[in-house]
């Protein structure tokens, strides 16, 4: 009852820019954190973002100086901006959420969008 649904990855060149958007649906009282997860052929999922209700952040070392992830509480959308891409950014970025559906209950549960591919390469 809860969709995470993430747009706006594609193809750029070494030092373009992508915006990546996630926008969340359903049975949903409250979110908690949201982030941005990757993972490329071969590796692990790895956090590349998170950031709290109260739009406080964390970043992977890998990317931080060139990314930045953004809420929009009113909307359950979260944003990840891109910038100074890397042929090493180039993977399947995924969205999740831990979301409060109950309201009589804090607890929350993690949720998993499809994934959007991102590809940097010249």
């Known amino acids: 009852q809860v969709q995470l649904v993430e747009s706006g990855g594609g193809l750029v060149q070494p030092g373009g820019s992508l915006r990546l958007t996630c926008a969340a649906s359903?049975?949903?009282?409250?979110?908690?954190?949201m982030g941005w997860y990757r993972q490329a052929p071969g590796k692990q999922r790895e956090l590349v973002a998170i950031?709290?209700?109260?739009?406080?952040?964390n970043y992977a070392d890998s990317v931080k100086g060139r990314f930045t992830i953004s809420r929009d509480n009113a909307k359950n959308t979260v944003y990840l901006q891109m910038n100074s891409l890397k042929p090493e950014d180039t993977a399947v970025y995924y969205c999740v959420a831990d979301v409060i559906r109950s309201t009589m209950f804090t607890a929350s549960n993690k949720y998993w969008g499809q994934g959007t591919q991102v590809t940097v390469s010249s």
């Open positions: 950031i709290t209700s109260a739009s406080r952040q």
């Open positions: 359903g049975s949903i009282f409250r979110i908690n954190a």
